[in-house]
């Protein structure tokens, strides 16, 4: 399972989304859209939106903090 979180280091939901992966144990590859504008470039291409976190789970993407989404995407991904 390939997880990205796409976010910047000043957002609170970014952080949220963060921790609840880290406590469920799921390792993600976190990338900062506030110093690498192609990563910006490519989270925009996948969700549409500038607004981070943007999480991208297996090819699916979620925007903002929707843990009931991220479990779901998490569970079909196991």
């Known amino acids: 399972m390939k997880i990205k ?9 970014c952080h949220r989304v963060k921790e609840f992966l880290s406590e469920k144990g ?3 590859e976190d990338i900062n859209v506030a110093e690498n504008q192609e990563a910006a470039h490519e989270m925009v291409e996948k969700s549409g939106q500038m ?6 789970i297996d090819g699916e993407i979620i925007v903002g903090f929707d ?12």
């Open 5 to 13: 979180v796409y976010s910047t280091p000043t957002c609170p939901w």
């Open 26 to 28: 799921v390792e993600f």
């Open 51 to 56: 607004g981070v976190p943007v999480i991208d």
């Open 67 to 78: 843990k009931e989404a991220i479990e779901n995407a998490l569970t079909k991904g196991k």
